[in-house]
């Protein structure tokens, strides 16, 4: 005997998905009347207040925006590319450094070591003591070929977050089951073909959100390099500031960083919303 | 000539001991049956014979090479022998046909062509031929299980090593699996099977081994070790198998 697909309701089933129904449209009348009252009531509150006028004038001047805007946009074009060199180098290193902490046997100690100290250190360290050792220490040795500050404040960045991602990488590894493995090994792979087809490909996937959420914290910090000289967005707009007397422009920096974080933390959200459907079977 | 042969194999975990000077000999085309309570060694002794376990004493030979010597390169005596794990361990993130030649190309060196050629026909074979492209989570357990053989076979191994290749599945499941396994027996591929499916070991196995306490404490083929079992412990353990209706 097949299922039929043509199936008549009963009545009580009926009853139910018309209750059902008027339930859905009174929630949605409820949000919206209590969505209206609560801004109304900020709205109120805000410009109602003693100082609103002052507040206006000093932080949302249209004027100053418009003349702040284009050396704001300059400082955030030299965000972005610092973000995506920042981020893809400190993907790689997290990668690397997570690797070499699952290396067994005696021969990689020291490897080990090294990868386990460095995430400790990076870990512990202010990123700014790391920005400003490199930007201002490391320069004062004169070495031949030093590299320009920019380089070297993004290297503070990738170091940093490198240590960071390590770690979220190495959860991922170790989230894959010890029966994948044995899989694996049984199947005459090596080792590194083990970790190469087997585990990372799963790992990355499992760990894809956290590494995008700190890819999203790795974009509001790549402005810290203006601490050592190069003009970054927060920093244009503090000049600006300097030579207005006020704060408009740093009003539009930050809509601009919200702008920004937007595409990317839609992209986590999905990257998420995917790998829980993929958990719970789809 | 044994295909493998294990002498005195001693295996602890944590001061408990699992295998106690274990002896086993498989010949060629032969299927070999490990029967016991949970916690003989059965699967001990097969994660052993694949080299997944450090041994703590004994000798393994393979084809008459002595393969848990020092020296000798683990991953290249795996490659002749096949695993199939209680679990499948499919691998989550490659498809079925990704799952079969894994091995054929990255440690075989064979051409992708070839490989999914060879994967194809396998998988028609056991009737997954449709399945090639699906992921593992949307198949069967039963189906999972015909994959996880059928990887397992795409090595061409000499000896295939069978963990509870039933227990995760339900009842109605098992039936295709046991059949694969038939179908294979009669190909001539020789096997050790650890089982609960008493009336399959009993069906298909050429030898019957009885683990108890780390050791094989009787052996014989199954119309006697199932029909007059010479051992005390091998007749109780029998008798409560009969007990629970597994007989």
Avoid at chain 1, 2 to 19: C, D, F, G, I
Wanted: glycine residues 8%; aromatic residues 4%.
């Amino acid at each position: 005997m097949s299922a039929t697909l043509h199936h008549e309701p009963s009545p009580a089933q009926r009853a139910r998905a018309a209750h059902r129904r008027r339930q859905t449209v009174l929630s949605v009348l409820i949000a919206a009347a209590s969505t209206a009252a609560v801004g109304t009531l900020l709205a109120i509150a805000v410009t109602g207040a003693p100082g609103w006028n002052r507040v206006r004038e000093s932080f949302l001047d249209p004027e100053i925006a418009r003349d702040a805007l284009p050396r704001v946009l300059t400082g955030l074009w030299l965000n972005v590319r610092l973000l995506v060199c920042c981020a893809i180098g400190a993907l790689l290193l997290g990668l690397l450094i997570a690797v070499l902490r699952t290396l067994r046997g005696p021969v990689f100690f020291p490897i080990r070591a090294l990868a386990a100290g460095y995430t400790y250190t990076f870990r512990g360290l202010p990123l700014i003591i790391v920005l400003y050792v490199l930007t201002l220490g490391v320069p004062g040795l004169r070495l031949q070929g030093m590299p320009p500050v920019l380089v070297l404040g993004g290297l503070a960045l990738v170091l940093t977050y490198g240590g960071y991602l390590a770690e979220v990488f190495r959860a991922g590894i170790e989230s894959v089951h010890p029966s994948q493995l044995a899989a694996a090994r049984s199947l005459g792979l090596t080792y590194r073909q083990t970790m190469r087809h087997v585990v990372l490909p799963q790992a990355v996937r499992r760990v894809a959100p956290p590494l995008l959420n700190d890819v999203v914290a790795l974009q509001k910090d790549v402005g810290l390099v203006s601490l050592a000289g190069p003009i970054d967005a927060v920093r244009a707009a503090q000049i600006a500031t300097a030579q207005t007397f006020n704060y408009t422009p740093y009003i539009v920096a930050g809509v601009l960083f919200v702008l920004l974080a937007i595409p990317l933390i839609a992209v986590t959200d999905q990257v998420t919303l995917r790998a829980a459907r993929r958990q719970s079977g789809g | 000539m044994a295909l493998l042969r294990c002498r005195g194999l001693r295996k602890e975990f944590g001061g408990q001991v699992v295998l106690d000077g274990l002896d086993l000999t498989v010949a060629e085309h032969q299927v070999v049956a490990l029967i016991g309570a949970s916690g003989s060694g059965k699967s001990t002794l097969l994660r052993c014979v694949n080299l997944l376990e450090e041994l703590h004493d004994g000798t393994i030979e393979l084809d008459g090479e002595e393969i848990s010597a020092p020296g000798v390169d683990p991953d290249k005596v795996r490659r002749r022998i096949g695993m199939v794990f209680q679990s499948y361990n499919l691998f989550p993130h490659l498809s079925v046909l990704d799952n079969i030649t894994l091995a054929p190309r990255r440690v075989h060196r064979r051409s992708r062509t070839e490989a999914e050629a060879r994967a194809r026909e396998l998988l028609d074979r056991v009737g997954l031929g449709a399945k090639a492209n699906a992921y593992p989570d949307r198949l069967s357990g039963g189906q999972q299980q015909r994959v996880a053989i059928v990887r397992a076979l795409a090595n061409s191994p000499r000896l295939l090593l069978l963990d509870e290749v039933t227990s995760a599945l339900d009842p109605e499941l098992v039936g295709e699996v046991l059949t694969m396994i038939r179908d294979l027996k009669a190909d001539g591929m020789t096997m050790v099977l650890a089982t609960h499916e008493m009336g399959f070991a009993r069906d298909v196995a050429d030898q019957v081994c009885f683990l108890d306490g780390g050791r094989v404490v009787e052996h014989g083929p199954p119309e006697q070790l199932f029909g007059e079992p010479t051992q005390p412990r091998t007749r109780q353990f029998l008798a409560r198998i009969i007990e629970a209706g597994r007989l």
